[in-house]
Protein backbone atom coordinates (compact mmCIF):
# COMPACT_ATOMS: atom_id res chain seq x y z
CA UNK A 1 0.00 0.00 0.00
CA UNK A 2 2.74 1.82 0.96
CA UNK A 3 4.59 1.77 -2.32
CA UNK A 4 1.65 2.12 -4.25
CA UNK A 5 1.32 6.03 -2.66
CA UNK A 6 4.58 6.87 -3.17
CA UNK A 7 3.88 5.71 -7.30
CA UNK A 8 1.25 8.03 -6.86
CA UNK A 9 2.39 11.21 -5.47
CA UNK A 10 5.25 11.00 -7.90
CA UNK A 11 2.42 10.35 -10.80
CA UNK A 12 1.03 13.74 -9.50
CA UNK A 13 4.15 15.61 -8.91
CA UNK A 14 5.41 14.78 -12.40
CA UNK A 15 1.83 15.80 -13.95
CA UNK A 16 1.56 19.16 -12.05
CA UNK A 17 2.41 22.33 -13.59
CA UNK A 18 5.64 23.51 -13.61
CA UNK A 19 6.48 26.41 -11.35
CA UNK A 20 7.41 29.74 -12.64
CA UNK A 21 10.98 29.33 -11.51
CA UNK A 22 11.19 25.77 -13.76
CA UNK A 23 9.81 27.86 -16.52
CA UNK A 24 12.20 30.34 -16.28
CA UNK A 25 15.10 28.30 -15.89
CA UNK A 26 13.96 26.60 -19.02
CA UNK A 27 13.52 29.93 -20.74
CA UNK A 28 17.06 30.82 -20.06
CA UNK A 29 18.87 27.39 -21.43
CA UNK A 30 16.56 28.15 -24.57
CA UNK A 31 17.52 31.69 -24.94
CA UNK A 32 21.59 30.63 -23.60
CA UNK A 33 21.31 27.66 -26.25
CA UNK A 34 20.46 29.99 -29.26
CA UNK A 35 22.59 32.95 -28.18
CA UNK A 36 25.52 30.12 -28.23
CA UNK A 37 24.13 28.99 -31.73
CA UNK A 38 24.03 32.97 -32.98
CA UNK A 39 27.78 33.71 -31.37
CA UNK A 40 28.98 30.79 -33.17
CA UNK A 41 27.40 31.09 -36.61
CA UNK A 42 28.24 34.84 -36.23
CA UNK A 43 32.27 34.00 -35.53
CA UNK A 44 32.05 31.92 -38.71
CA UNK A 45 30.92 34.74 -40.91
CA UNK A 46 33.58 36.83 -39.58
CA UNK A 47 36.41 34.10 -40.80
CA UNK A 48 38.17 34.83 -43.78
CA UNK A 49 37.13 32.93 -46.79
CA UNK A 50 40.32 30.42 -47.25
CA UNK A 51 39.68 29.88 -43.21
CA UNK A 52 36.45 28.68 -43.87
CA UNK A 53 37.44 26.47 -46.67
CA UNK A 54 39.94 25.20 -44.54
CA UNK A 55 37.57 24.62 -41.35
CA UNK A 56 34.75 22.68 -44.22
CA UNK A 57 37.62 20.27 -45.57
CA UNK A 58 38.22 19.06 -41.89
CA UNK A 59 41.47 21.01 -40.69
CA UNK A 60 41.78 22.66 -37.50
CA UNK A 61 43.73 25.66 -36.06
CA UNK A 62 46.87 24.66 -34.44
CA UNK A 63 46.55 27.34 -32.32
CA UNK A 64 42.76 25.96 -30.65
CA UNK A 65 44.44 22.89 -29.97
CA UNK A 66 48.13 23.34 -29.34
CA UNK A 67 48.10 24.90 -25.68
CA UNK A 68 51.46 27.97 -25.94
CA UNK A 69 52.24 27.34 -29.97
CA UNK A 70 52.92 30.65 -31.75
CA UNK A 71 51.91 31.77 -35.28
CA UNK A 72 53.33 33.81 -37.74
CA UNK A 73 52.69 33.08 -41.38
CA UNK A 74 55.13 34.32 -43.29
CA UNK A 75 52.99 34.30 -46.62
CA UNK A 76 50.45 36.57 -44.93
CA UNK A 77 53.24 39.43 -44.09
CA UNK A 78 55.85 40.47 -46.63
CA UNK A 79 58.40 39.43 -44.77
CA UNK A 80 58.99 36.20 -46.93
CA UNK A 81 61.57 35.25 -50.08
CA UNK A 82 59.49 36.93 -52.92
CA UNK A 83 58.14 39.86 -50.48
CA UNK A 84 54.37 39.35 -51.01
CA UNK A 85 51.37 39.02 -49.00
CA UNK A 86 49.65 36.45 -50.55
CA UNK A 87 47.52 35.69 -47.55
CA UNK A 88 45.63 38.71 -46.60
CA UNK A 89 43.58 38.56 -44.18
CA UNK A 90 44.09 34.96 -43.41
CA UNK A 91 46.49 34.70 -40.48
CA UNK A 92 45.95 31.51 -38.67
CA UNK A 93 47.84 27.74 -39.59
CA UNK A 94 45.75 25.43 -40.03
CA UNK A 95 46.82 21.34 -40.15
CA UNK A 96 44.92 18.11 -40.83
CA UNK A 97 43.99 16.72 -37.28
CA UNK A 98 46.72 13.76 -36.38
CA UNK A 99 49.49 16.32 -38.20
CA UNK A 100 48.26 18.89 -35.86
CA UNK A 101 48.10 15.98 -32.62
CA UNK A 102 51.74 15.15 -33.72
CA UNK A 103 53.02 18.60 -33.06
CA UNK A 104 51.30 19.17 -30.13
CA UNK A 105 53.17 15.87 -29.07
CA UNK A 106 56.01 18.09 -30.29
CA UNK A 107 55.53 21.18 -28.56
CA UNK A 108 54.99 18.93 -25.18
CA UNK A 109 58.43 17.20 -25.40
CA UNK A 110 60.27 20.48 -26.88
CA UNK A 111 58.61 22.40 -23.20
CA UNK A 112 59.23 19.52 -20.94
CA UNK A 113 62.80 19.69 -21.72
CA UNK A 114 63.11 23.77 -22.10
CA UNK A 115 60.42 25.48 -20.31
CA UNK A 116 60.92 28.53 -21.96
CA UNK A 117 61.52 27.18 -25.67
CA UNK A 118 58.07 27.30 -27.61
CA UNK A 119 57.62 26.15 -31.28
CA UNK A 120 56.73 29.24 -33.78
CA UNK A 121 54.96 28.36 -36.96
CA UNK A 122 55.65 30.06 -40.06
CA UNK A 123 53.41 27.65 -42.38
CA UNK A 124 51.13 24.89 -42.22
CA UNK A 125 48.61 24.15 -44.98
CA UNK A 126 49.34 25.85 -48.24
CA UNK A 127 46.41 25.80 -51.02
CA UNK A 128 47.04 25.16 -54.27
CA UNK A 129 46.18 28.63 -55.28
CA UNK A 130 49.15 30.13 -53.23
CA UNK A 131 51.74 27.33 -54.04
CA UNK A 132 51.13 28.82 -57.72
CA UNK A 133 52.13 32.20 -56.67
CA UNK A 134 55.39 30.75 -54.89
CA UNK A 135 56.18 29.25 -58.10
CA UNK A 136 56.11 31.67 -60.28
CA UNK A 137 57.65 33.89 -58.03
CA UNK A 138 60.80 32.01 -57.60
CA UNK A 139 63.94 33.25 -59.52
CA UNK A 140 65.26 30.30 -60.17
CA UNK A 141 65.48 27.54 -63.64
CA UNK A 142 62.30 25.58 -63.19
CA UNK A 143 64.68 22.29 -62.71
CA UNK A 144 65.70 23.62 -59.37
CA UNK A 145 62.53 25.08 -58.51
CA UNK A 146 61.30 21.73 -56.69
CA UNK A 147 64.24 22.25 -54.38
CA UNK A 148 62.17 24.58 -52.68
CA UNK A 149 59.08 24.94 -53.73
CA UNK A 150 56.84 21.60 -55.23
CA UNK A 151 54.98 22.13 -58.45
CA UNK A 152 51.70 23.43 -58.25
CA UNK A 153 50.60 20.90 -61.35
CA UNK A 154 51.50 17.53 -59.09
CA UNK A 155 51.47 19.63 -55.71
CA UNK A 156 53.55 19.27 -52.19
CA UNK A 157 52.95 17.93 -48.85
CA UNK A 158 52.23 21.44 -47.60
CA UNK A 159 49.32 21.21 -50.37
CA UNK A 160 47.96 17.96 -48.28
CA UNK A 161 48.13 20.15 -44.87
CA UNK A 162 50.33 17.44 -43.51
CA UNK A 163 53.93 19.60 -43.85
CA UNK A 164 55.00 22.52 -41.52
CA UNK A 165 57.51 25.12 -41.35
CA UNK A 166 58.44 26.30 -37.99
CA UNK A 167 61.56 27.32 -36.12
CA UNK A 168 61.67 27.75 -31.99
CA UNK A 169 60.89 31.03 -29.81
CA UNK A 170 62.46 31.28 -26.64
CA UNK A 171 60.04 33.04 -24.38
CA UNK A 172 62.57 34.61 -21.94
CA UNK A 173 64.52 36.46 -24.74
CA UNK A 174 61.38 37.42 -27.02
CA UNK A 175 63.09 36.13 -30.17
CA UNK A 176 63.54 32.75 -32.12
CA UNK A 177 66.70 30.83 -31.52
CA UNK A 178 69.55 31.75 -34.31
CA UNK A 179 69.07 29.06 -36.92
CA UNK A 180 71.98 30.83 -38.63
CA UNK A 181 69.41 31.72 -41.36
CA UNK A 182 66.63 33.50 -41.89
CA UNK A 183 63.58 31.26 -42.97
CA UNK A 184 63.24 30.52 -46.80
CA UNK A 185 67.09 31.52 -47.37
CA UNK A 186 67.96 29.57 -50.85
CA UNK A 187 71.27 28.44 -50.24
CA UNK A 188 73.82 26.02 -48.59
CA UNK A 189 73.97 27.71 -44.84
CA UNK A 190 70.31 26.72 -44.97
CA UNK A 191 70.57 22.54 -45.96
CA UNK A 192 70.98 20.26 -43.19
CA UNK A 193 72.76 18.18 -45.62
CA UNK A 194 75.71 20.65 -45.62
CA UNK A 195 75.78 21.83 -42.27
CA UNK A 196 79.37 20.36 -41.33
CA UNK A 197 80.88 21.83 -44.56
CA UNK A 198 78.97 25.13 -43.44
CA UNK A 199 80.63 25.06 -40.03
CA UNK A 200 83.72 24.48 -41.63
CA UNK A 201 83.74 27.15 -44.31
CA UNK A 202 82.62 29.43 -41.19
CA UNK A 203 78.97 29.66 -43.04
CA UNK A 204 76.84 29.23 -39.72
CA UNK A 205 78.33 27.80 -36.16
CA UNK A 206 78.22 25.41 -33.92
CA UNK A 207 75.90 27.09 -31.57
CA UNK A 208 73.83 27.21 -34.96
CA UNK A 209 73.49 23.29 -35.77
CA UNK A 210 72.96 22.87 -32.28
CA UNK A 211 69.61 24.99 -32.15
CA UNK A 212 68.61 23.39 -35.41
CA UNK A 213 69.07 19.97 -33.36
CA UNK A 214 66.90 20.79 -30.60
CA UNK A 215 64.08 21.53 -33.15
CA UNK A 216 65.01 18.13 -35.40
CA UNK A 217 64.93 16.14 -31.63
CA UNK A 218 61.76 17.46 -30.73
CA UNK A 219 60.16 17.00 -34.44
CA UNK A 220 61.30 13.44 -35.74
CA UNK A 221 60.38 12.31 -31.76
CA UNK A 222 57.16 12.42 -32.88
CA UNK A 223 56.99 11.02 -36.37
CA UNK A 224 57.99 14.22 -38.88
CA UNK A 225 60.97 13.67 -40.80
CA UNK A 226 63.07 16.57 -42.29
CA UNK A 227 64.63 17.24 -45.63
CA UNK A 228 67.95 18.08 -46.74
CA UNK A 229 67.55 21.27 -48.16
CA UNK A 230 65.76 23.39 -45.25
CA UNK A 231 65.99 23.32 -41.71
CA UNK A 232 62.81 24.63 -41.08
CA UNK A 233 60.75 22.08 -42.87
CA UNK A 234 59.52 18.81 -41.54
CA UNK A 235 56.61 16.38 -43.00
CA UNK A 236 54.30 14.05 -41.28
CA UNK A 237 53.30 11.95 -44.00
CA UNK A 238 55.10 10.78 -47.47
CA UNK A 239 53.92 12.14 -50.79
CA UNK A 240 52.41 8.55 -51.52
CA UNK A 241 50.76 8.48 -47.87
CA UNK A 242 49.46 11.79 -48.39
CA UNK A 243 47.84 11.21 -51.31
CA UNK A 244 46.26 8.06 -50.14
CA UNK A 245 44.89 10.03 -47.17
CA UNK A 246 44.23 13.18 -47.84
CA UNK A 247 42.59 15.42 -50.56
CA UNK A 248 45.04 18.45 -52.02
CA UNK A 249 43.62 21.63 -50.69
CA UNK A 250 42.89 24.04 -53.28
Not at 140 to 151: G, R
Request: hydrophobic share 35%; proline share 5%.
Amino acid sequence: MRTYLCLLALAFACSSPKSDQEIFTEQQRKALFEQENQDSTSAEADLPALEKTLIDQGLVDIEKVIPGIKVELKYSTEDNFFGQDVYGDHVRCYLQPVVAEMLGKAQSELQKEYPNLTLLVYDGVRPLSVQQILWDSLDKPDSIKPLYVSDPKIGGLHNFGVAVDLTIFDTESGKPLDMGTAYDYFGYPAYPDRELQMVAEGKITKTHVANREILRKVMKGTGFTGIGSEWWHFNAFSRKEAGEKFQLIK
